[in-house]
């Protein structure tokens, strides 16, 4: 069984470039997290969604950052003009059911670092 | 708003002692709760979850812990370390009454080093 794959592992921008990380959840998982994690913190909640709908956004700026998780394919967190504060390490997590009941299954993380 | 504090940001025992990891949370209603480990350049991998059944609860890697209301408390505990426990522990919670808005609040992490 494979687990929560997110790619790429690494990922280098220079500032005012744009970023998409990608997050393919575990088979039979149709709920997706972003999560990100700063230096020396806890992850911090983005945006919740099942295919084709996003359910809480309430951790995600207001600009810049958007997510979408299509019928086919991957889940992507898409960074526009991306600056050096979003320099961190984002989690993808994928459950079967909504949280409580099936525990969340996490990804290795995609590094973001901003030159 | 839920919130998670994990005290101290860092924890060293010796190989073979006690590890106590504690974590308390503020929420209105009983949460469910999780304690994670993460390994350097790893993602989140799950120890143990409490989700209203039995309060003390088993996780792997020899881990429990013990969901104490009074005390809104879900301290980690491992009876004797092990050099592989040296990584970083992160304990969550989720509301379960918040329907489909189920995103994990997480403490900020404590390192736990084991001396040989």
């Known amino acids: 069984n494979a687990g929560v794959m997110q790619n790429p592992r690494h990922l280098v921008r220079r500032r005012g470039q744009e970023a998409r990380l990608r997050c393919s959840p575990m088979?039979?998982?149709?709920?997706v997290y972003w999560y990100r994690q700063l230096p020396e913190e806890g992850l911090k909640f983005m945006v919740y969604?099942?295919?084709?709908?996003?359910?809480?956004e309430s951790g995600m700026p207001k600009e810049r950052f958007s997510a979408e998780f299509p019928k086919e394919g991957p889940s992507i967190l898409r960074i526009q003009q991306v600056v050096r504060g979003d320099s961190a390490a984002y989690f993808c997590?994928?459950?079967?059911?909504?949280?409580?009941?099936?525990?969340?299954?996490f990804g290795d993380g995609t590094r973001l670092s901003i030159l | 708003a839920q919130s998670v504090t994990q005290l101290g940001s860092h924890v060293s025992v010796s190989e073979g002692a006690l590890v106590l990891l504690r974590c308390n949370y503020s929420s209105s209603v009983p949460p469910y709760l999780f304690w994670y480990v993460q390994y350097p350049n790893q993602g989140l991998q799950l120890l143990l979850k409490y989700t209203s059944a039995a309060t003390l609860v088993k996780g792997i890697n020899g881990f429990e812990a013990e969901f104490k209301k009074s005390e809104t408390s879900f301290h980690l505990t491992k009876p004797s370390a092990h050099m592989s426990d040296a990584a970083e522990y992160f304990c969550?919670?989720?509301?379960?009454?918040?329907?489909?808005?189920?995103?994990?609040?997480f403490g900020k992490g404590i390192t736990l080093s084991v001396r040989p």
């Open positions: 088979k039979g998982h149709s709920h």
């Open positions: 969604l099942q295919k084709e709908n996003i359910i809480d």
């Open positions: 969550a919670v989720s509301d379960p009454d918040t329907g489909a808005n189920s995103k994990l609040t």
């Open positions: 997590a994928s459950s079967p059911t909504r949280t409580g009941v099936q525990p969340q299954h």
